[in-house]
């Protein structure tokens, strides 16, 4: 097998898209997102899409190529990133792919999980207790039927919680019993690059993050899509807590400390997602690029001699 994707992962803000830049630049190809909240043009400060100077730097696909009103599924994006890698192997040998979607990723590198049909009704009443018991209710039921869900998942997003509870109650069995099942082979060697820190620099990038967003026009970003706030995709830390704020319901130092904590329990839940592969290369997020550069060549270099 002689086609590589580097896919870069870690905990957000931990310098995900200058590492892929780097990467893609230094191999000459080009670069696939599986953050899907950049794939929403609507949506740019929230998001952390890379900026207008980091696009230009090397050829970036599924950033902002989408509406948040167009319906958009992971289904749909396994065949569109697989289609587009088909594309790029044939120039390179090399494909970098970079997000803090871990399921989005996964689709990608290993295909989706197969979950069983269940009665529809489950879902129904999903939807109804959630709207009249509250969202907390749910994920203290998901706690119970499926710890090891409740701590990879992201429970804040009613839709993959639902998903989850409804699996359970339709077959008895926990979600996650049904991850991991007959994953298919692609037809390239993925090597997954990680960049962590310690879970205090992690909580610090993230709080500074959130005070340049801030800074950087989220809160005018938010307003202009308040009147949108009910769809799927507006369900993102960063956004949901300001809608608060227009709503009256909160203070806007309130709401600001919510994104902080909601996108510090975000990043913990990644950690958790990652922990479940041993295969990921690990570097410390200030580790120079030559060293990184020097790991990677010599295991691709070992892959394709194995």
Same mark, same amino acid.
């Given at each position: 097998?002689?086609?590589?994707?580097?896919?870069?992962?870690?905990?957000?803000?931990?310098?995900?898209?200058?590492?892929?830049?780097?990467?893609?630049?230094?191999?000459?190809?080009?670069?696939?997102?599986?953050?899907?909240?950049?794939?929403?043009?609507?949506?740019?400060?929230?998001?952390?899409?890379?900026?207008?100077?980091?696009?230009?730097?090397?050829?970036?696909?599924?950033?902002?190529?989408?509406?948040?009103?167009?319906?958009?599924?992971?289904?749909?994006?396994?065949?569109?990133?697989?289609?587009?890698?088909?594309?790029?192997?044939?120039?390179?040998?090399?494909?970098?792919?970079?997000?803090?979607?871990?399921?989005?990723?996964?689709?990608?590198?290993?295909?989706?999980?197969?979950?069983?049909?269940?009665?529809?009704?489950?879902?129904?009443? $999903?939807? %109804?207790?959630?709207? &009249? @018991?509250?969202?907390?209710? !749910?994920?203290?039921?998901?706690?119970? +039927?499926?710890?090891?869900?409740?701590?990879?998942?992201?429970?804040?997003?009613?839709?993959?919680?639902?998903?989850?509870?409804?699996?359970?109650?339709?077959?008895?069995?926990?979600?996650?019993?049904?991850?991991?099942?007959?994953?298919?082979?692609?037809?390239?060697?993925?090597?997954?690059?990680?960049?962590?820190?310690?879970?205090?620099?992690?909580?610090?990038?993230?709080?500074?993050?959130?005070?340049?967003?801030?800074?950087?026009?989220?809160?005018?970003?938010?307003?202009?899509?308040?009147?949108?706030?009910?769809?799927?995709?507006?369900?993102?830390?960063?956004?949901?807590? $300001?809608? %608060?704020?227009?709503? &009256? @319901?909160?203070?806007?130092? !309130?709401?600001?400390?919510?994104?902080? +904590?909601?996108?510090?329990?975000?990043?913990?839940?990644?950690?958790?997602?990652?922990?479940?592969?041993?295969?990921?290369?690990?570097?410390?997020?200030?580790?120079?690029?030559?060293?990184?550069?020097?790991?990677?060549?010599?295991?691709?270099?070992?892959?394709?001699?194995?």
């Amino acid at each position: 097998m002689t086609k590589f994707l580097l896919s870069v992962v870690g905990p957000t803000a931990i310098g995900k898209t200058a590492l892929s830049i780097q990467l893609a630049k230094h191999f000459e190809t080009e670069i696939i997102s599986s953050d899907s909240r950049q794939f929403f043009k609507e949506m740019s400060i929230g998001t952390a899409v890379p900026s207008r100077e980091e696009l230009s730097q090397v050829k970036h696909h599924f950033i902002q190529h989408l509406s948040i009103q167009d319906p958009y599924s992971v289904g749909q994006f396994e065949k569109d990133a697989i289609a587009r890698l088909d594309t790029i192997f044939r120039n390179h040998d090399v494909a970098v792919m970079v997000g803090g979607s871990g399921l989005y990723s996964n689709a990608v590198i290993h295909g989706l999980d197969d979950f069983p049909d269940v009665d529809s009704d489950i879902r129904t009443t $999903l939807n %109804k207790r959630i709207q &009249d @018991e509250g969202i907390s209710v !749910l994920q203290n039921e998901l706690k119970e +039927k499926d710890p090891k869900a409740y701590d990879t998942i992201a429970i804040d997003n009613p839709q993959r919680l639902i998903r989850a509870l409804e699996i359970c109650i339709g077959t008895g069995r926990p979600y996650s019993s049904f991850l991991a099942k007959g994953k298919i082979t692609r037809p390239f060697e993925t090597i997954s690059v990680g960049l962590t820190a310690e879970r205090s620099i992690i909580y610090e990038r993230i709080n500074q993050r959130v005070d340049i967003m801030m800074d950087s026009g989220l809160l005018e970003e938010a307003k202009r899509l308040y009147p949108h706030k009910d769809l799927n995709a507006l369900n993102t830390v960063g956004y949901k807590e $300001l809608f %608060k704020y227009f709503d &009256d @319901e909160w203070e806007l130092d !309130l709401a600001v400390s919510e994104i902080k +904590k909601n996108t510090r329990r975000f990043a913990k839940r990644q950690l958790t997602w990652y922990r479940k592969y041993d295969s990921i290369l690990w570097f410390d997020f200030e580790t120079p690029l030559d060293q990184i550069l020097d790991t990677l060549t010599k295991h691709i270099e070992t892959k394709k001699s194995s």
